[in-house]
Structures are given as C-alpha cells and as structure tokens.
C-alpha cells in the first residue's frame, strides 16, 4: 500500500520569500501525485497533480512541483509567497491498482507580512 | 452550480437528532466520497461510492449511515451521534477508470457540532 508523509507540520514564511513544502511518498512503482490547498472552513482545492511525463508540473495560483523518483519526493514551490496563500497543504499519493489517494497530515503555512 | 456543493455549511445537532448531509456533483463522476476531518487530525475516509455501489466503508460506526441514490447525489444520514463526531465532513467526487486521472474535487463542507 501507498503512504505519504509530510515532515513539517508549521511552515512560517515572510511574504515575497520563497516557498518549499516536502512531501515523500512510499510506492512500489511510479505514482500519482496531487497536491491539494485547504483555506480555512472550505474544502480542498487541487492545486496540481502528476501522472507521467515531464517532472516539473506547473499549478495553479503560481504553484509547481516536482516529482524526484530517486528520493521518493514530490516537493510544491512558489517563488514569491502572497498573503493569501496562508492555508492548509495537503500532498495525496495515488497507486495504480487504486482510485483512492492516501493523504498526508498537511503543513500549515503562515505567512508574515 | 459547478462543481461539487454540500448542504447545509453548517449543522449543529443533539445527541437524539436525526439529520443528513448532502452533496451533489455537477462534474459527471463516477465515484463520490465521504471524508471527516477532525482538528489535529488526518483526514479520514469514511465510504466510498462506485457507480452508485459502496466499495469502502473504513469501520464507521453505524451512527452513520450513507446513501447514493445516483452518481450525481450522496447523503450521509446521522442519528444518535456523539459530541467526538463534531468535525468538517467533506465530499469528495472522482472519475475512476480510463486513463486513471481519478483526482478527487472536494465540497466545501459541513461543519457539524454534536452538543
């Protein structure tokens, strides 16, 4: 079975500053991968997702991520952090024998201004 | 109304109600899900819908009971619950098969308080 783990719980960021949140994933073969973006009260919206193909996957809301196979990561970047992206990020992990994506714990991320 | 809509947003109920949470899907999916999601913990599947058949119910206790009447609509009913189910229930919807791109398109929610 898949697993994915978020090692930060609290990311805390100025806003403008560069943005990097881990994601690592355990699978067997190559994987789908998604990152989601919880504000608070609402539910998750996709922010991008990767199948196959190129590993540089470009979001929505100026978000991109990268799918590394040899360190098992798929990690979300912004260059320049607004304010209003102070919100939950969830990574899922999605196996081929499965249409149901584990996720992981999310990172919090704040933002200072 | 695109995408996927939950009603109501917010819900609270005693402990001896009987009420129920819908979602409906305006995405043409084949798969629909429910999620609960608790403060400072991981999100939780509940059940799974495939074509209108349950294939996943993760030991939830009977106090909650769905419903998939269509593709389109899912229900969970809620009786006799306790104050530790106040939580965001989430729905979730999904295209399973083809070229696998099953990403999930979740609801806004039901903020549900038990008291």
């Known amino acids: 079975a898949q697993s994915v783990t978020q090692p930060d719980i609290h990311i805390t960021v100025s806003e403008g500053a560069s943005l990097e949140l881990r994601c690592n994933y355990s699978y067997g073969a190559t994987p789908y991968l998604f990152w989601y973006v919880q504000s608070p009260g609402q539910g998750l919206q996709l922010l991008l997702k990767?199948?196959?193909?190129?590993?540089l996957v470009q979001g929505i809301k100026g978000f991109e991520a990268e799918f590394k196979r040899s360190q098992s990561s798929f990690n979300l970047r912004k260059p320049s952090v607004h304010w209003s992206d102070a919100a939950e990020y969830f990574c899922?992990?999605?196996?081929?024998?499965?249409?149901?994506?584990?996720f992981g714990r999310g990172t919090s991320l704040i933002v200072h201004p | 109304e695109t995408g996927v809509t939950q009603t109501p947003r917010h819900l609270v109920m005693g402990m001896t109600n009987k009420k129920s949470l819908k979602c409906e899907q305006h995405?043409?999916?084949?798969?629909m899900y429910w999620y609960k999601q608790s403060a400072k913990k991981p999100l939780e599947l509940m059940f799974v819908y495939n074509f209108k058949e349950q294939t996943e119910n993760n030991s939830v206790p009977s106090r909650f009971s769905p419903e998939c009447p269509n593709s389109s609509h899912l229900f969970l009913h809620l009786h006799t619950l306790q104050p530790e189910d106040s939580a965001l229930y989430l729905c979730?919807?999904?295209?399973?098969?083809?070229?696998?791109?099953?990403?999930?398109?979740f609801g806004p929610g039901t903020r549900l308080t038990v008291t």
């Open positions: 899922a992990v999605g196996a081929g024998g499965s249409y149901i994506p584990t």
């Open positions: 979730a919807s999904s295209q399973r098969g083809g070229s696998g791109n099953y990403e999930q398109y």
């Open positions: 990767y199948f196959s193909g190129d590993t």
């Open positions: 995405l043409g999916h084949n798969a």
